[in-house]
């Protein structure tokens, strides 16, 4: 039987639940968690949530549980700014019941269509939900891009050797040019008595940075910075949390904030003052950060860097996989079109000279088929 929990504290209360469903599942993913799951709704969810959960057999427990984000463009698994590699729990060596689950959605909530955002690009995951929806949803494929990561081998030395001798230089190069300029000096606030002090640093450095311009920054928005901060007392309370910042001259420069999650540094949050963009403050960053971590004896095994690819993580990363949204649209004529037209007259209109106006007008006629 599958059912929907609309209420935070329905959805607080069944942590016992949710837990023993993670253990069951052989996931390892800070972002299906409940204690993360439960902190994003408090700051973001509002009435635009819904928890799916899946009982086969004692009413107690869950064979299958996800979390849904309902926004007019349809439902999907939660974005991409504040949780990655998202999806639904359920037993292992069980697939998953994404046929019910889906047509659990679109019965009770109309929806136009189903956002399965940032799932494996991999023709075994593709013919997975094919197999699951069948003839009554057609698929579209989205947003393909890369999510890198780094392992961590307990030996910088062979780190910087896998690389290129010319990308070797390079971050050797930058690094020394930073100390050169000034002394340089990492610090790790992990500790919950460092919330305070750790956010006047983010503060400061994102004042000077593009992503404040931007309003992507932890400063842009109140309900930002309070989810970053609840995030850091969660987690330090448990000695989870980790913010790295680098000073320069005995000021911040640049700062990474994230979780260790059974084994995972997982990268939430970084930035860095453009004023010193010339001493390439985040690479440096991340190169004194894979230095202490590969020589700390640490526990940590793999740095997450999540988001958008870029060149930096190109640069650092020794694994990269291909994720990308799987839109499921019901069969419907007005969805048929715009499948059909996604497909096939996009890639030709995309090369013609037509007005930005029109597109966007375009885009907001055709709602949630976007």
């Known amino acids: ?199 006047k640093v983010i503060e400061d450095v994102e004042n000077d940075s593009w992503k404040c311009k931007t309003g992507t920054a932890i400063i842009s928005s109140e309900s930002e910075q309070g989810f970053y901060k609840s995030v850091f007392k969660l987690y330090s309370g448990i000695s989870a949390a980790k913010g790295y910042v680098l000073y320069h001259k005995n000021t911040p420069v640049t700062y990474v904030l994230g979780v260790v999650f059974e084994g995972k540094y997982y990268a939430l949050k970084t930035s860095f003052k453009e004023s010193v963009s010339n001493l390439s403050p985040g690479t440096v960053l991340f190169f004194r950060v894979l230095e202490k971590l590969n020589s700390d004896g640490t526990s940590i095994s793999r740095v997450e860097l999540l988001g958008g690819d870029a060149r930096w993580k190109n640069e650092l990363c020794t694994d990269a996989g291909s994720y990308c949204t799987y839109v499921l649209y019901p069969m419907r004529p007005l969805a048929l079109l715009y499948v059909t037209g996604y497909k096939y007259l996009r890639p030709i209109i995309k090369r013609l000279p037509i007005n930005e106006g029109y597109l966007n007008r375009l885009r907001r006629m055709t709602g949630p088929y976007q």
Not at 59 to 86: C, K, M, R, V, W
Not at 95 to 106: C, E, N, R, T, Y
Not at 158 to 187: D, I, Q
């Open 1 to 199: 039987m599958i059912q929907s929990i609309l209420n935070i504290s329905d959805f607080e209360n069944i942590r016992r639940e949710w837990d023993k469903l993670y253990m069951m599942s052989g996931a390892s993913n800070l972002f299906l968690t409940h204690r993360w799951l439960v902190n994003w709704v408090k700051h973001f969810g509002k009435d635009r949530w819904v928890v799916i959960v899946e009982r086969l057999r004692d009413e107690n427990d869950f064979s299958a549980a996800g979390i849904f984000q309902i926004t007019e463009g349809g439902i999907g698994f939660i974005d991409t700014l504040y949780s990655h590699f998202p999806g639904i729990l359920h037993e292992k060596g069980r697939p998953a019941p994404l046929q019910g689950i889906v047509q659990h959605l679109k019965k009770g909530y109309n929806a136009a269509a189903i956002h399965l955002v940032e799932s494996p690009k991999e023709d075994s995951s593709l013919a997975e939900i094919k197999s699951a929806v069948g003839m009554r949803w057609q698929i579209l494929e989205k947003n393909v891009h890369m999510m890198r990561s780094i392992a961590i081998q307990g030996d910088f030395e062979s780190y910087l050797n896998a690389k290129s001798k010319k990308l070797r230089h390079e971050l050797e190069r930058k690094n020394r040019k930073m100390e050169k300029e000034g002394v340089t000096e990492l610090r790790c606030f992990e500790k919950p008595g460092e919330l305070e002090e750790l956010f």
